[in-house]
């Protein structure tokens, strides 16, 4: 499966962006999806993820309750709806994508990753 992340961009805090991740090649009905993000000299580290139902979902504590996850798997994407953003929400953000039905949240779980998309959070 071949994943397209968009979306990102410059925005001031307390904004909302939408970031989405496409994919082709393959159904995404049959792949779990992780939102991750890495910020200049620190690690990559997981967002968000979601089974590939929809029906579990998981949220680092530092974006809980400012961010959603969701799918749309007629569509083939995945959707990481980002509110209240913080300056120290400033990162690469990737999805990645992992062909069984549960989600995972280390990168190491991951087989397929979109080429990441920049969000600028300025103060």
């Known amino acids: 499966v071949q994943l397209q992340a968009s979306g990102g961009g410059l925005v001031q805090a307390g904004g909302s962006l939408r970031l989405s991740c496409a994919a082709s090649?393959?159904?995404?009905?049959?792949?779990?999806v992780g939102w991750f993000r890495q910020a200049p000299g620190k690690v990559r580290g997981v967002v968000a993820a979601i089974s590939w139902g929809g029906g579990t979902r998981y949220y680092a504590d530092s974006v809980k309750g400012r961010f959603t996850i969701s799918r749309d798997n007629a569509k083939n994407t995945v959707y990481l709806q980002m509110n209240s953003l913080k300056p120290e929400d400033t990162a690469v953000y990737y999805c990645?994508?992992?062909?069984?039905?549960?989600?995972?949240?280390?990168?190491?779980?991951?087989?397929?990753w979109g080429q990441g998309t920049q969000v600028t959070v300025s103060s």
């Open positions: 990645a994508a992992r062909p069984q039905p549960t989600l995972a949240i280390t990168t190491r779980e991951y087989a397929y």
């Open positions: 090649g393959r159904t995404f009905t049959d792949y779990a």
